[in-house]
């Protein structure tokens, strides 16, 4: 690691030996290591601060759609949703098939290459490469795979990403559209639990209670996590700014995308809506779900406990809380929320 500072203005912080010792009995971790931006403290791979100049600069376009979400919050359903509603209202587009990995490029997605597991089991973006060098061959791999599909994704693009606004590019909001996604924190901890049990990169063999403590210390991956919604809450009411909560969404789907519809100002007509209903129901994704590839997933997990499209459900943390538990993340989530000025449902 060469970088001391971003163009964001974060001071990179390499984690200690003996904090990724203790960390990693629970989970794999990065070849070179994690590190914390500061003053906000995100937990990144080391790898982050060699696209995160590239990705703060990125070219946004008055077209572009942003989906930013702390994960487990719903992204790949609002994901479906936006690309469906801009790019194939009524269920033709050639392309519908592809991975939305392709589709829509989630643009930080390069620095989990460096994940322990997957180097170890050999898994490769080849084939998001491959797709890429298909369009434009003088691409180099070292400078971000993801990066530069999001550079080339055909317009509207609909840009994926877990990282917050203070590391994407400063004019975000003045230029494109951005759709945020929260969810209910606690089904979120279960998600994103089962996520890390699931997806190799991490082989998490630790318990839950474990695994949520972690999420309320800030730990995990992506965190921490109230930083990341208060940054969106504080902008919710700018014209370019969508705040969605996946509770409203699963109450009355076709009135969120009637105003996602405004906001998008894509005019679609009822049959289109009804279209994209639809083809991003649950049980429809569900039954789209790729044969898992068991280098990237652990097909254990999913026998056990489901695959990406596990429940879908709002209030599955009643499962996995003990009565102790339940009341530290009552108190971690009263006091942030409140400070915040949101509330969940
Ligand atoms: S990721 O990996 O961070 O991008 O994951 P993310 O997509 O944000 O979250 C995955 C959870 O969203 C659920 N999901 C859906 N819920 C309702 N409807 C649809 N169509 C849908 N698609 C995905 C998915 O099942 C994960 O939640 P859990 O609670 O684990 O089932």
């Known amino acids: 690691m060469n970088k001391k500072h971003l163009c964001s203005g974060h001071e990179v912080v390499a984690m200690s030996e003996e904090w990724l010792a203790r960390i990693e009995k629970d989970q794999k971790l990065y070849t070179h290591g994690m590190v914390r931006l500061m003053p906000d403290g995100w937990l990144y791979p080391t790898t ?8 703060y600069n990125f070219k946004l376009k008055s ?86 599909l999001c550079e080339v994704t055909p317009d ?29 924190p606690r089904d979120v901890t279960v998600s994103m639990y089962h996520h890390f ?17 972690s999420f309320m210390n800030n730990d995990l991956l992506y965190c921490p996590y109230w930083p990341h919604v208060k940054m969106a809450w504080e902008k919710k009411d700018h014209p370019n700014m969508h705040f969605v909560f996946y509770e409203d969404k699963k109450a009355d789907i076709m009135s969120e995308l009637r105003k996602l519809n405004d906001f998008l100002g894509a005019n679609l007509t009822q049959q289109q809506l009804d279209n994209v209903v639809h083809h991003t129901s649950f049980s429809s994704m569900k039954s789209r779900e790729r044969e898992a590839d068991d ?13 990406f499209f596990r429940k879908g459900t709002i209030g599955d943390w009643r499962t996995h809380f003990s009565p102790e538990l339940e009341q530290e993340m009552n108190h971690w989530i009263e006091t942030n929320a409140s400070e915040i000025g949101i509330s969940f449902k």
């Open 197 to 213: 049990q699931h997806l190799n990169l991490h082989s998490y063999t630790g318990t839950f209670e474990n695994f949520a403590k």
């Open 63 to 148: 077209s572009d759609v942003v989906l930013m979400t702390a994960p487990k919050s719903g992204t790949t359903w609002m994901q479906e949703i936006l690309w469906t509603m801009l790019h194939n209202p009524d269920l033709i587009h050639p392309d519908a098939h592809k991975s939305l990995l392709i589709r829509s490029p989630q643009i930080d997605f390069d620095m989990l290459q460096d994940g322990k597991a997957w180097v170890e089991k050999g898994v490769s973006m080849g084939d998001m490469f491959e797709e890429l060098r298909q369009t434009c061959p003088d691409k180099k791999r070292e400078d971000g795979v993801f990066v530069q």
């Open 156 to 184: 509207p693009r609909i840009i994926k990403t877990h990282l917050p606004l203070s590391l994407l590019p400063p004019d975000i909001l003045d230029t494109a559209k951005v759709v945020y996604v929260a969810r209910n």
């Open 295 to 307: 280098i990237v997933f652990n097909k254990d997990v999913r026998k056990s406990s489901g695959g």
């Open 48 to 55: 982050f601060t060699n696209f995160a100049d590239k990705i």
